[in-house]
């Protein structure tokens, strides 16, 4: 009997335990979801920036399937420095997709 309630208390304990450890790690994958997509965002504004200034140059067609419309910017990658966004222009990292073509590629990763 008494064995009993001890099973039930380990049990319950490492239940609390268990539930204690996964929200920790649900709110981590939130902190880093959310910390993810801000460099995502800073790093499309900072290549947008870049373009416009014509410190990068980007071949205005998709990559995939050679069309000229609906072009959006592809990022492999995500930096947000200067040099490393310019390195990611040259090394083939950041570029032009149409708008169909860069939906697959989404759905892919
Ligand atoms: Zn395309």
Redesign the pocket.
């Known amino acids: 009997m008494g064995e009993d309630l001890g099973l039930k208390e380990y049990h319950r304990v490492k239940s609390a335990e268990w539930y204690k450890q996964n929200k920790n790690r649900q709110r981590e994958n939130v902190k880093r979801d959310y910390y993810k997509n801000k460099i995502k965002w800073q790093s499309r504004k900072a290549t947008r920036i870049l373009l416009k200034k014509g410190s990068i140059k980007l071949y205005k067609i ?1 990559k ?4 000229k419309i609906y072009l959006q910017i592809h990022h492999e990658i995500y930096p947000i420095k200067k040099q490393e966004i310019i390195q990611a222009v040259n090394e083939g990292k950041i570029y032009f ?2 708008k ?2 860069h939906y697959e590629k989404r759905k892919v990763f």
Do not use: I, N, P, Y
């Not at 995939?64 to 069309?67: N, V």
């Open positions: 998709c995939h399937c050679g069309r997709l149409c169909k073509c």
